[in-house]
C-alpha cells in the first residue's frame, strides 16, 4: 500500500503554469527596448513573419516581427546589424522559451548603419561596379532628359526651372518615393524602365538620366544606400547622374552612377549647356572661321600673283612653239610635194606596165609560144608516129601474118584516140588564150579605177594641206586689214621702237607691196585704257 506524504503546495498543470508565466513576463515587460545584434536571420518566412534573435557577448534573446509591423519597418532587417527594438516580452510554450515581439526597430546609432554601408560598399566595389573604367561619357547636347524624383518636391521643380533657363528640351519625370522602404525597389525599377524605353517609341528615350533627392539624415537617404539601386545604376545603358543629398552626403548610388552632382540644380546644369553660350561660342568660332578664310585667300592669292610675276610672258612661252611651227609648215610643203613626187613616180612605173601596147605584145609572145608549142606537138606526134611505124614494121616481120595483122588493128585503135585528142587540145589552148584576154582587160580597168582613186585621195589631200597651210599663214591675217612692215633686209618688225626716223620701210598688204620712209621716232603711245599701244607718233610718206 502506497503512502501520502502530506504536502500543502499546490499543484499546477504544465499549460497553467506556462500561462501564468506568459502573463506575469507580458505584464512586468509590456513595453521595451532592447539593444543587440541580429543573429540567424534568414527574411521574412512564407507567412511574412520574421523570426531571429538579438544577442550580446553573454545572453541571447528570441525575436519574431509580425507581417503588419514588418511592412512598416523604415529598413530592411540584416545579419550582424546592431539594433534597438522596441516591443513587449511574452512566451512561447510550446517550448518554454522567452521571446520579444518587435514593433519598432532602428539602428543602434549612426556608426552602425555606417559600419554596414562601408561593409557594403567594399562588396560593391570589389565586384567592379565603381570602377572609373565602366562609366560612361555624358552626351553634349541631350534632346530628352529623364528625372528619377518625387513628383511632388521642390527638387523636381528646381531642375525643370534650371533645364528651361539653360536650354528648353524634353524632361521625363518617373515618380518614386524618395523615402521609406520602397524607396529601393521604385528608384531600382525607375532606372530599368527608362532603360527599357525603345528608340522612336511614343515615349522617346532619354539620353542622360538625373536620380534627384533632397538633404535629409542617414536614415533618409537610406533607401538610396540599397545594393539593388547600386546594381541598377551601375547596369544603365544610359548615362546616369546622381543628385542625392547635399554635397557632403554620400550614398551607393553616388559611387555607382557615372557622374555625381553635390546638388539636384549641380545636375541638370551638367546635364544641359547653356542655349546663349553656345551661340555666342557659334558665332565666334564662326567670326574665326570666316577670318581664316578671308586671310588664305589672301596668302592664297599673293601666292598667285608671286607665281605670276615669276612665270615667263605669253610671247616667250610660244615662241620656241611658234617657231617650231614655221619650220614645220615648211617641211610640210616640201614633204607634200616630194611624197606627191614620189607617189607619182611609183605610179607611172606601174602605169608604164599596165599599157595595152604590153598587154598586146604580151598577148602576141604568148601566143607564139602556144604555136610554137603546137607545131612542136605536130612534129613530135609525126615522129613518135613513124618511129612507132618503124618498129612495128620490124616486129610484123618477125611474127606470123596473123599476129601481125593483129597488131597492126591494136596499133591503128590505139592511134585514133591521140589524133582525136590533138584538136581538143588546141581547143583548150585556144579557151586559155580568150580567158588570159579576159583577165588582162579586167586588170586594166581596175588599174584605171585604183589610179583615178589615188588621184582624187591625193588631190583631196593636198587641198586639205593647202587650206591648213593658208589659214595658219600670215596672208590671212593680211586679208582681215592688216600690214606687214618689212625692214630694208626684209625682216619684220614686231615694235614701234624698231623704227628709225628716214628708214625705209616695205609694207605688204593682201594685194601688194607698198614702200615707205619711217618720218618720225618711233616711240610708243599709251591708248585710252592705259596699255601702252604701239603706234609710231612720225608720219609714212
Known sequence: MATESPSNIVEFSVSEISNALRRTVEDAYSRVRVRGEISGYRGPHSSGHAYFALKDDKARLEAVIWRGAFGKLR?????????????????????????????ELEPAGAGALMAMLEERRKRLAAEG?????????????????GVVTSPTGAVIRDI???????????????????QGETTGAEVSAAIAGFNALEEGGPIPRPDVIIVARGGGSLEDLWGFNDETVARA??????????AVGHETDWTLIDHAADVRAPTPTAAAELAVPVKAELQAQIASLGARLAGAISRAVERKRQGLRGAARGLPSPDQL??????????????????????????????????ARLTPHMLRQSLARRRDRMTAIASRIDVAAGQRLVRRRDRLGATVLRLRPALLERIVRQRRDSARPLARALPVAFTR?????????????????????????????????????????????????????????RDPDGKPLKRAAEVSSGMALSLQFSDGDVQAVAGGGGKPRASKGGAPKAQSQGSLF
Open 129 to 145: 561596379l565603381f570602377d572609373a573604367a565602366r562609366k560612361q561619357l555624358l552626351p553634349f547636347l541631350p534632346r530628352v532628359v
Open 318 to 351: 610660244l615662241a620656241l612653239p611658234r617657231r617650231r611651227f614655221d619650220e614645220a609648215a615648211v617641211r610640210l610643203g616640201r614633204g607634200l610635194a616630194a611624197t606627191v613626187a614620189a607617189k607619182r613616180a611609183r605610179f607611172d612605173a606601174r602605169a
Open 429 to 485: 589552148i585556144g579557151e586559155r588564150l580568150a580567158q588570159g584576154r579576159t583577165r588582162v582587160a579586167d586588170a586594166n580597168r581596175r588599174a584605171d579605177r585604183a589610179s583615178d582613186q589615188i588621184l582624187a585621195t591625193n588631190r583631196a589631200d593636198i587641198e586639205t594641206r593647202a587650206r591648213l597651210l593658208k589659214s595658219l599663214s600670215h596672208e590671212a591675217v593680211l586679208e582681215r586689214g592688216f600690214a606687214l612692215v
Open 233 to 242: 545604376a551601375a547596369a544603365s545603358d544610359i548615362p546616369l547622374i546622381s
Open 160 to 178: 525643370i526651372h534650371r533645364i528651361s533657363d539653360r536650354f528648353a528640351l524634353h524632361v521625363l519625370v518617373w515618380p518614386v518615393r524618395v
Open 75 to 103: 529598413f530592411r532587417p540584416e545579419e550582424g546589424m546592431e539594433v534597438i527594438a522596441t516591443g513587449k516580452l511574452t512566451t512561447y510554450p510550446g517550448s518554454s522559451k522567452y521571446q520579444i515581439v518587435i514593433d
